[in-house]
């Protein structure tokens, strides 16, 4: 019994240590952590790394001043992060709503929890209205449904990145980084389009973030936000009295699904007023079309034109069936329209040569020549 006692404490204590060895070493594997943080007073951004998938996290991020040793805790926001893939540094965008801001120290401090367990946590300071004028000024920034735009001025001669951002909440959807770009005296625009697909009547913000080389590769940050919508342009057309075309070029991430309305108007001559009289109207579905994308699309009339002057009105209609463009032109028709005497083509009224009351004419003179060719054969048999 005793031997049988001692053999279960052995098992027991060989293998409580070596679980308790296995735990501790997959804690180890995991390395999940903030990377990099950069805030302003209008908006910052928290960069998270790790080693393995995550998902269910959440990150703290307050913006603190210190005040005489106490710290004041200006703004707190929790959200969130979603899910994220590993060995990918994934960039997380709030913005701050700080009115009155006083001149000073700021901090702004970063916690990435795993339910109630910190998990990482790192700080970026800054200072808010200091005299010394950054090299570079954001004179203006335009994002829009093909991408964003920011003009740029220099106080020196500059070199420096700019990192584009698409952002919808908190998440940073597109991002593209122009690298060395450079400015001496003269300011100057810089545009990207976006790499993703935007979704119609949506609002999102647009951001860029520019590191300027020297003297200490500091940070510059702007953003707007604006609201997606679906946009063409029509760039060309041909008319003439049997159809019509359109080339229809894309202006938007918004992928383009809309139609173009063709319709025929025949200008009345002797009106003296201008006005017309509605023949015929055409739709046509556009093909889908993004930004740069061109399609020209083609109808035909369901009878020609006769001879006249017509109004050739021709709308782009969007995704919501709003006309984002309308055009207009003059068709000039010099088809003569048939009569009632003429055969109208395809009606078996028909003719080949001159009709005259026996029929089609040639065929009673063929008929003869037969005829004839038959005797002399007849007569040459009997003699």
Known sequence: MKALFFILVLFLVSVFPAYAADTSQVDETRQVRIAELYSDLESYDVTLY??????DLTLEVSLVRPD?????????????????PANTRVMKVGFWNIRNAERGAYTLRAR????????????????????????LQVDDLVPNSEGITVALSPNQ????????????????????????????????????????????NKEYTGRVKIQVYSPDRGFIASAENFTAV??????????????????????????????????AYELQENSGNGSSVFVESVREKVPVLLTDDDETVEV???????AGVYR??????GNNG??????????????????????????????????????????????????????????????
Not at 159 to 185: P, R
Not at 354 to 360: A, L, Q, R, V
């Open 112 to 135: 990435l929890l795993d339910q109630k367990k910190v998990l990482s946590e790192s700080e970026y300071d800054f200072v808010y209205g200091s005299n010394s004028a950054s090299r």
């Open 50 to 55: 790790s080693n393995h998938p995550e998902e």
């Open 312 to 317: 050739l009105e021709i709308e782009l209609v």
């Open 300 to 306: 035909a009339w369901t009878e020609r034109l006769t």
């Open 230 to 263: 679906d946009d063409a342009e029509i760039t060309d057309i041909y008319e003439d009295e049997t159809g019509a075309s359109a080339t229809v070029l894309g202006r938007s991430q918004v992928p383009f699904e809309g139609n173009l309305v063709f319709s």
């Open 322 to 383: 709003d006309v984002i463009e309308r055009r207009e032109t003059i068709i000039e028709s010099d088809l003569s329209a048939p009569n009632a005497s003429e055969a109208v083509p395809g009606s078996g009224n028909e003719s080949s040569g001159e009709n005259d009351e026996n029929g089609i004419p040639g065929f009673s003179v063929a008929f003869g020549v037969a005829g004839l060719a038959v005797a002399l054969a007849l007569f040459k048999k009997l003699h």
């Open 157 to 200: 001669a500059s070199l420096f990145d700019i990192e584009y951002m698409l952002v919808d909440g908190h998440d940073v959807l597109y991002s593209t980084k122009t690298e060395k770009g450079s400015l001496t005296s003269v300011p100057e625009a810089f545009s990207v389009s976006w790499g993703t697909l935007l979704e119609n």
């Open 68 to 84: 005489r040793g106490n710290e004041e805790v200006i703004a707190t926001q929790t959200f969130p992060t979603g899910s994220f």
